[in-house]
């Protein structure tokens, strides 16, 4: 309460940093859905204050909490908006630190775009040498290996690993230090080169032991223990495995306590010790059925947020609106009242507030303007606003002597959902699919709504287009929608249509004609 007190009677920079702390606080004591509230209230505020560098910082930390809830799209809108601030105001610290995050959030396994965070690493890579930044450098370098390594590619991550290696040696962080040498060690057993690994965990392990770190040396101990068993040394493999293991049974931790008891039941096979082999396989699948329900009430669990989290911010924006045109309105009656008196003693000041009235206006009217041009329902573009585009994209595309692509898919019989679930169901389908295929597209490719439940993508180049429709129909065939019923599965048929032709109108009747032929051989499915 007592932060807020003193925010009221701030300017408006430093109510954003109250506020910006006061979430931090939250964040810390895991209030995570009060924490985001208070940050898209900074996040409106910035805008007041006239700083960029704090509307940046404050989406910045939206994202970042978002990104923690596991609201990916919400994250990913976030830094792409605190990146574009930065990149205009001539930040170019804030700028890289919203690409960073960008990359991080691609590089997730739950996004799972390891090709665009490695491109975006690179970029990284480039800027942190061109400003001297070795710090950033180091970590880059560990992050793209790491990304390299989940991306099924070992032998590039060896070459990031060892380059985060060195520069973590000359900037003496001997804990950064440990953990690239497990990483780069870990890296070496994925190529068969274990016999190379061994030295690099022990390294590793002395320094944890050292710092007297549970989780690191548990960590170590753990991988170390599948070198040892894939070298064929299953007794110290067992002794690794069984260390580590007691660790993750007592924090609890099932995702890597099930590595473990799967490469323990692994040692005592190549022993022969078939009895507790037996015992360490049934066990193995007991928590891998546990895992695969958990993964299941986390995915709902993350469903519910994205909801009420779209919900509550639904009704944060509304509520903003009406209190600026109550604003608005106070403020226009004073200048009324003002220009009265002022108009008797100086003509000239009347033509001024007149010009500055025309100003407002227009800023009132390209504000209606982008309103007209989007969908209500999925925040994409309307059919309007995608179909104006597809004008433009034609005539630059016969400028310049190139292709376009389109790409029109609809959602396979859609009408039985609403008939089935309810309009309020085929409403909740309509957005989580907007969602999803919007974080598959490439920022420079255009999505809108132009019918009911069907949709017209815009693709930067005339390349990868039935690439890009495939993964679009993936995911939302990945797609969860227990919330609503089950045994609910959701599809999408697509129209692929590449043209040299510049004839709008014939291309988009011709990815239509491809979008039926979908349906005709079977739905699910991508023609072109």
Not at 72 to 95: E, P, T
Not at 280 to 300: G, I, N, P, V, Y
Not at 361 to 371: E, K, L, P
């Amino acid at each position: 309460m007592a932060v807020v007190a003193i925010a009221a009677r701030a300017d408006p920079a430093s109510q954003v940093k109250l506020m910006v702390d006061h979430a931090t606080a939250l964040q810390k004591d895991g209030k995570l859905v009060e924490a985001e509230s208070e940050l898209t209230s900074a996040v409106a505020l910035s805008a007041k204050s006239g700083d960029p560098a704090l509307q940046a910082l404050t989406r910045r930390e939206l994202g970042w909490v978002q990104y923690i809830r596991g609201a990916m799209a919400a994250a990913l809108a976030n830094y792409q908006d605190a990146y574009r601030i930065s990149a205009r105001s001539g930040d170019h610290k804030g700028r890289l630190e919203a690409l960073s995050r960008m990359a991080n959030v691609y590089a997730d396994s739950k996004v799972a775009e390891y090709d665009r965070a490695i491109e975006y690493y690179r970029q990284l890579l480039t800027e942190y040498e061109k400003y001297g930044q070795p710090n950033d450098i180091a970590d880059t370098y560990y992050n793209l290996g790491s990304t390299l390594e989940v991306r099924g590619n070992p032998n590039a991550a060896e070459l990031q690993y060892r380059r985060a290696l060195a520069a973590f040696e000359k900037a003496q962080r001997p804990a950064d230090i440990a953990q690239t040498k497990t990483s780069l060690g870990s890296s070496l057993v994925k190529q068969g080169r274990v016999q190379e690994a061994l030295p690099y965990f022990a390294a590793a392990l002395g320094f944890y032991q050292q710092e007297h770190d549970e989780s690191g040396i548990a960590w170590v101990a753990q991988i170390r223990g599948i070198a040892y068993r894939r070298l064929g040394r299953a007794q110290q493999a067992l002794a690794d495995l069984d260390a580590a293991r007691g660790y993750y049974e007592q924090e609890k931790n099932a995702r890597f306590l099930e590595k473990n008891v799967d490469e323990t039941a692994l040692a005592y096979e190549q022993l022969g010790d078939w009895r507790n082999a037996y015992a360490f396989r049934t066990r193995h699948a007991k928590l891998q059925q546990e895992l695969a329900a958990a993964r299941r009430d986390e995915l709902s669990a993350q469903l519910r947020v994205a909801f009420d989290a779209e919900k509550k911010d639904q009704e944060n924006r509304a509520l903003a609106r009406e209190n600026q045109l109550r604003a608005d309105a106070l403020r226009e009656s004073q200048r009324s009242q003002q220009l009265q008196f002022i108009a008797i003693v100086l003509t000239a000041l009347l033509a001024l507030a007149l010009a500055l009235l025309f100003w407002r206006q227009a800023v009132n009217t390209r504000r209606m303007r982008a309103i007209a041009m989007t969908d209500d329902l999925t925040r994409l573009a309307n059919r309007r606003h995608i179909m104006a585009a597809m004008e433009i994209a034609f005539a630059e595309a016969k400028r310049n002597g190139r292709a376009v692509s389109l790409i029109v898919f609809d959602i396979d019989r859609f009408k039985r959902i609403n008939d089935t679930y309810g309009h309020g169901a085929g409403d909740a389908v309509l957005r989580d699919i907007a969602r999803a295929c919007r974080l598959v597209l490439r920022p420079s490719d255009q999505i809108g709504r132009i019918g009911g439940e069907e949709f017209l993508v815009l693709l930067d180049s005339g390349t990868d287009a039935t690439d890009i429709a495939e993964r679009l129909r993936a995911v939302v065939e990945k797609l969860d929608f227990s919330e609503i019923a089950d045994d609910l599965r959701v599809t999408i048929s697509l129209g692929v249509r590449t043209a040299r032709e510049y004839d709008p109108n014939t291309a988009l009747a011709a990815a239509d004609a491809l979008l039926y032929r979908a349906k005709e051989n079977g739905r699910n499915r991508v023609e072109g």
